[in-house]
């Protein structure tokens, strides 16, 4: 195991010819049609943003991860590519572990106050997800952020966020390579990453 840094990231210049949004304004992008629901796109921190494209590989892990959760956290939801909402963001994470009954996302997505765990598999998103996605799951106070990182074999354990501030973070950054395991929010167990990553023990 080792501990890295934390990348900071600088501040977003927008050009004066963008605008950006709310997330009630988005809903009624979504409630009106201008957005359907298989547009590859998603709310952050304002902006719409187009999702990458998935892979063979991707995909895969997204179902070895939501598996092995559900494995070990039998009383959480755990739903894959779903929507969570923040103040100024509704992205769609890869994996998402909720508390409470399915019943209780019917009329809403889950809220920063619901979430113990967001999880995002990356490969070629992986500075995105690090820094853009990284700053505004930190200021929404999301608790626990695992970038399952397909490049570089590893996993990066973002904790302790600092919430709302001028630079959203994650203090505290920890790697985990293919022969350790990533312990479970919420639980006393860990998952080998192996298993997430799909390697032979």
Same mark, same amino acid.
């Given at each position: 195991?080792?501990?890295?840094?934390?990348?900071?990231?600088?501040?977003?210049?927008?050009?004066?010819?963008?605008?950006?949004?709310? $997330?009630? !304004?988005?809903?009624?992008?979504? %409630?009106?049609?201008?957005?359907? #629901?298989?547009?590859?796109?998603?709310?952050?921190? =304002?902006?719409?943003?187009?999702?990458?494209?998935?892979?063979?590989?991707?995909?895969?892990?997204?179902?070895?991860?939501?598996?092995?959760?559900?494995?070990?956290?039998?009383?959480?939801?755990?739903?894959?590519?779903?929507?969570?909402?923040?103040?100024?963001?509704?992205?769609?994470?890869?994996?998402?572990?909720?508390?409470?009954?399915?019943?209780?996302?019917?009329?809403?997505?889950?809220?920063?106050?619901?979430?113990?765990? $967001?999880? !995002?598999?990356?490969?070629?998103? %992986?500075?995105?997800?690090?820094? #853009?996605?990284?700053?505004?799951?930190?200021?929404? =106070?999301?608790?626990?952020?695992?970038?399952?990182?397909?490049?570089?074999?590893?996993?990066?354990?973002?904790?302790?966020?600092?919430?709302?501030?001028?630079?959203?973070?994650?203090?505290?950054?920890?790697?985990?390579?293919?022969?350790?395991?990533?312990?479970?929010?919420?639980?006393?167990?860990?998952?080998?990453?192996?298993?997430?990553?799909?390697?032979?023990?």
């Amino acid at each position: 195991m080792s501990v890295a840094p934390v990348p900071t990231s600088p501040p977003v210049v927008r050009g004066p010819a963008l605008r950006s949004f709310t $997330v009630d !304004e988005y809903h009624q992008m979504i %409630l009106a049609g201008i957005l359907k #629901e298989d547009d590859p796109v998603e709310l952050l921190e =304002g902006w719409i943003r187009f999702k990458m494209p998935r892979n063979p590989r991707h995909d895969a892990v997204i179902d070895a991860t939501q598996r092995a959760l559900i494995a070990r956290l039998p009383d959480r939801r755990v739903r894959v590519q779903s929507a969570i909402t923040m103040q100024d963001s509704e992205p769609e994470p890869d994996v998402v572990v909720a508390i409470g009954p399915a019943r209780q996302y019917v009329s809403r997505h889950p809220s920063p106050a619901d979430i113990s765990l $967001v999880v !995002e598999v990356a490969e070629s998103s %992986l500075e995105y997800d690090r820094i #853009e996605k990284g700053r505004a799951y930190a200021r929404a =106070g999301i608790p626990t952020y695992w970038i399952i990182n397909l490049r570089d074999s590893a996993i990066e354990v973002y904790t302790a966020p600092s919430g709302p501030q001028d630079v959203p973070e994650y203090r505290n950054k920890v790697i985990l390579r293919a022969d350790e395991s990533v312990p479970v929010t919420g639980s006393e167990l860990a998952i080998p990453i192996s298993e997430l990553l799909l390697f032979d023990n």
